[in-house]
């Protein structure tokens, strides 16, 4: 079973940036699509971006593409989340998730597409 543990998030100013990890444990890393998701106080989780097993493709919500930007390092186990030019309404829980490769059916844009979850970092960003 894959354990995922996410870091690198924090306080930055509106405009700044930062770079989100997720590390996970267990050798079949490699075999998942891996999404990362957020929840604001008071708001339903919402899709940030995924990529897939192999990383030759991503996807993006609407609202983060040209900003953010999804990597995996099958080597080390690890998914990253670039995110530049953060805006106030990106303040959020940030969690990373591994897919269920039985449920290639449910767009990778849900998150019953998933089923391991990391405890989340949170990302504040000032205006």
């Known amino acids: 079973q894959v354990q995922l543990v996410e870091s690198g998030g924090g306080l930055v100013q509106a405009g700044g940036s930062l770079r989100l990890s997720c590390a996970a444990s267990?050798?079949?890393?490699?075999?998942?699509?891996m999404g990362w998701f957020r929840q604001a106080p008071g708001k339903e989780r919402e899709f940030v971006a995924a990529i897939s097993w192999s990383g030759g493709r991503t996807y993006y919500a609407d609202s983060m593409k040209g900003r953010f930007s999804i990597s995996r390092d099958n080597a080390k186990n690890t998914v990253y989340l670039q995110m530049n030019s953060l805006k106030p309404e990106d303040t959020a829980v940030y969690y990373c998730?591994?897919?269920?490769?039985?449920?290639?059916?449910?767009?990778?844009?849900?998150?019953?597409?998933?089923?391991?979850w990391g405890p989340g970092t949170q990302v504040t960003v000032s205006s």
């Open positions: 998730a591994a897919d269920n490769p039985r449920r290639t059916s449910v767009n990778l844009t849900t998150a019953r597409r998933y089923d391991k």
């Open positions: 267990g050798r079949t890393f490699s075999s998942y699509v």
